[in-house]
């Protein structure tokens, strides 16, 4: 940087009783600093802050000769603050002519030199992205007057990243905690229900898609709309409220897509349901309003969204891709750009996408719980922006910022054709503009619309992959309480200490307090559900802790940083409680969805092969002189007729070569013996080949990790309970008894019974 320094911009000078002051070349000669007394200017400047004290951050734009960083500091003694200077040459004179020990160091949380034009809008989002909760900006007036470009730039940039915090932290506080409670209220759905981004790729690629939204330019394209339809020359989707016009006109779009997490999100939806409509499909957000799901009539569809982490942690695709994420957007016109790109659907034709006004309206006909029109309210506060046509028109911050989200999509895919039909709407960088009517006769000629479009598996996710993630959720809801308790017992012990003025091992205290923090933060059900529930809570606590940490006094140190921890856990704690009824609920969700599935599964069975060692005995054997004994268990005998009964055959195959195997097989009613196996998989192909079945008709009860390979081929897998916990995490059912326990009766309530216990281990616990 210093390289690059313009020596010849600040010329060195004095003021009035040999103060030290300077000017800026080509500046008409004036001082920068008031000429008579730059420590009175100082002074003057610092009290036009009266209430500086009231704000968590303190930001001095442009240092000057730090005349009046220095009355702030004899005035707010021990007050941190920030310093940004636009210009690198004055600092430079800052730091060789000011004497640097009457500015405490320690005093100055972040310091900011713009080095490039660019520079300014970096720092400004950066510092405000760190703000605790409010700032006080004291800039000195030279900076206004003699560089006012980068003074206008910077406040711009600064207002810009003030305005999308603030939007940010609004969004985040409505709904950081309904994401997760949707989320877990939603699970049912979207275990049940398709993935759409699961849907192959290519049956979609390269067809048209409309992409409705609800703007007041809907109501001009209605015919068009229905002519489309009506003769499949595009999917048509419709985005949020705008169903409500489509079927005001009798036009069921293709999908109706969703996604808000509002518990109001249902009444765009009131009108289908009061009118009976059940034929439309309705792809939902993961996270979106629980209540939309419950009342919705008609076939259901899911995408995963990114505020939803529960759904993650607990799926995985059957397939083995990996899960897309649609990312969350300030409008569900965003959403369905998203899921139309990931379904390669090409081109994307914008339909009644305003993101303005238009004839003194806000948003089309049909929406019966709002009102179209504009309000003074609406005007005063409106922005201009350039329309299709390259005219203003008006909008709102709201609108606009969808919009440039919008532009974010449309400039990352520029390979992707996305036309704009919208009359009159704010233009959209990177979509070309073409009227709906113009754009039916120059491309959509001909029929693509495939009436089995949507004809995917129910479920798209791994059962034994949520069976393992259902367990180690419960797991660590357990641990998470001892780990709660461990940083509860460290504030105790601190306080404690701080209240004796015992601050020898103060600092191991606060490294042992933050270890017990950072193991709560990865605790797996702490992760998924407290922590997406407490984004601002933690910004504030870990904001909270560096001011702390620049404590002098080791006393309020010690009772601040207690205070700190104490409010982000109480909102933790809180919301522990409030989930605790949901999390039960979800619980037995999966449990019944895993009930059905194997019970579904259960009814294909016509063959159950085991071992004999480690499934029909314990794995222990008696010896007497040369005859070695294993005991039976007589309820895997009443197992094997039931077995039978039910026209099920039981089969053992081992590696060993016994009499006494053969014999005790027969003993319990099994015919179907097989020793000295050493490849299972030829044996078990044999078996399948010779009665006519498939491996999904075949189920398999593991005990070694041998089996696992020739067990995850088949329809059902089964393990006893005391198989390694490799075993136990991979079969689709585990059994509560071990090996010799009778286990053959536990795996016939699971394939001959209504009801089982969805995990033996669970139900012990």
């Not at 404590?551 to 409010?567: F, I, S, W």
């Not at 010896?623 to 007589?634: D, I, P, Q, W, Y």
Request: aromatic share 10%; proline share 4%; glycine share 6%.
């Amino acid at each position: 940087m210093e390289k690059n320094l313009d020596r010849k911009l600040i010329k060195l000078n004095t003021s009035g009783a040999d103060i030290l002051n300077f000017r800026v070349k080509n500046r008409k000669k004036k001082s920068f600093h008031d000429k008579d007394d730059p420590l009175q200017e100082a002074e003057n400047i610092i009290e036009q802050y009266p209430n500086v004290e009231e704000y968590t951050d303190i930001l001095f734009y442009g240092t000057g000769l730090g005349y009046h960083i220095n009355a702030f500091v004899k005035k707010y003694p021990g007050m941190i603050f920030s310093i940004y200077e636009p210009v690198p040459e004055i600092f430079f004179a800052f730091l060789a002519h000011v004497d640097l020990g009457e500015i405490p160091v320690a005093s100055i949380k972040y310091l900011f030199i713009e080095d490039k034009p660019a520079y300014a809008g970096t720092i400004a989002h950066e510092f405000v992205g760190q703000m605790r909760d409010s700032v006080s900006v004291i800039d000195f007036p030279a900076y206004k007057e003699q560089f006012p470009h980068k003074y206008n730039e910077f406040f711009t940039r600064f207002e810009e990243a003030v305005n999308e915090r603030k939007s940010a932290v609004n969004t985040t506080y409505a709904f950081e905690k309904l994401w997760t409670l949707n989320s877990m209220m939603n699970l049912d759905k979207v275990i049940s229900t398709p993935n759409i981004l699961l849907a192959p790729k290519n049956a979609l690629k390269n067809k048209p898609a409309l992409l409705v939204g609800a703007g007041p330019s809907l109501d001009d394209e209605i015919e068009n709309l229905r002519h489309i339809k009506e003769n499949g020359l595009a999917y048509i989707f419709s985005a949020g409220a705008a169903i409500n016009t489509l079927i005001d006109h009798h036009i069921h779009p293709h999908a109706a897509c969703t996604y808000d997490p509002s518990g109001r999100n249902h009444i765009v939806f009131e009108k289908l349901i009061n009118q009976g409509i059940t034929d439309i499909p309705l792809i939902f957000g993961s996270s979106v309003g629980y209540q939309t799901l419950r009342k919705y009539p008609g076939p259901k569809f899911h995408m995963l969204t990114s505020p939803d982490k529960v759904s993650p942690f607990y799926l995985k695709a059957k397939s083995g891709e990996k899960l897309g994420i649609i990312s969350d957007a300030p409008s569900v016109a965003s959403i369905v750009l998203q899921i139309l790109i990931n379904l390669g659907f090409n081109p994307i034709i914008l339909v009644g996408l305003n993101l303005a006004y238009k004839d003194n309206k806000q948003h089309a006909a049909g929406l019966d719980y709002s009102n179209p029109s504009l309000t003074e309210g609406h005007i005063k506060t409106a922005l201009k922006v350039e329309d299709v046509d390259g005219n203003e028109v008006l909008t709102n911050p709201t609108y606009n910022r969808m919009k440039m989200q919008m532009e974010m999509y449309t400039d990352y895919y520029k390979d992707l054709t996305i036309i704009n039909t919208t009359r009159g709407g704010a233009k959209i960088n990177g979509t070309g503009f073409q009227p709906l009517d113009e754009l039916i006769r120059s491309r959509l000629k001909q029929t693509v619309f495939e009436p089995r479009w949507l004809n995917l598996d129910a479920c798209n996710y791994d059962q034994k992959h949520l069976v393992k993630q259902y367990l180690t959720m419960n797991r660590a809801h357990e641990k998470m309480h001892q780990l709660i308790m461990t940083i509860n017992y460290f504030l105790y012990k601190i306080d404690r200490q701080s209240e004796r003025r015992k601050f020898r091992n103060m600092e191991y205290m606060y490294a042992a307090l933050n270890d017990a923090l950072s193991r709560l933060k990865k605790n797996e059900f702490f992760h998924t559900f407290i922590m997406p529930m407490n984004q601002l809570a933690d910004e504030v606590l870990q904001r909270g802790v560096n001011n702390v940490n620049r404590e002098k006094d080791n006393y309020q140190q010690a009772r601040k940083m207690v205070g700190e921890y104490e409010e982000y856990l109480y909102s933790c704690e809180n919301d522990i409680q409030m989930i605790a009824p949901v999390f039960q609920t979800m619980n037995r969700v999966i449990e019944n969805f895993i009930q059905e599935q194997i019970k579904a599964q259960a009814k294909k069975i016509k063959i159950i092969i085991m071992n004999y060692d480690g499934v029909l005995t314990d794995g222990k054997v008696c010896c007497s002189g040369s005859t070695v004994r294993a005991t039976l268990n007589r309820r895997d005998k009443i197992a094997i007729e039931r077995f039978k009964q039910q026209g099920i055959k039981p089969v053992v195959i081992s590696r060993e070569k016994s009499k006494s195997i053969d014999n005790a097989c027969r003993l319990l009613g099994i015919r179907d013996i097989f020793m000295d196996v050493t490849d299972k998989n030829s044996v078990l192909e044999a078996i399948c080949s010779e009665q006519g079945i498939s491996y999904d008709e075949t189920a398999f009860i593991v005990d070694d990790i041998s089996d696992l390979e020739v067990a995850g081929r088949l329809g059902l897998s089964f393990a006893v309970n005391d198989a390694l916990e490799k075993v136990k995490e991979r079969v689709d059912y585990l059994c509560l008894l071990k090996g010799g326990e009778g286990v053959l009766r536990e795996v016939a309530e699971v394939l001959l019974s209504d009801s089982f216990p969805v995990h033996g281990t669970i139900i012990r616990a």
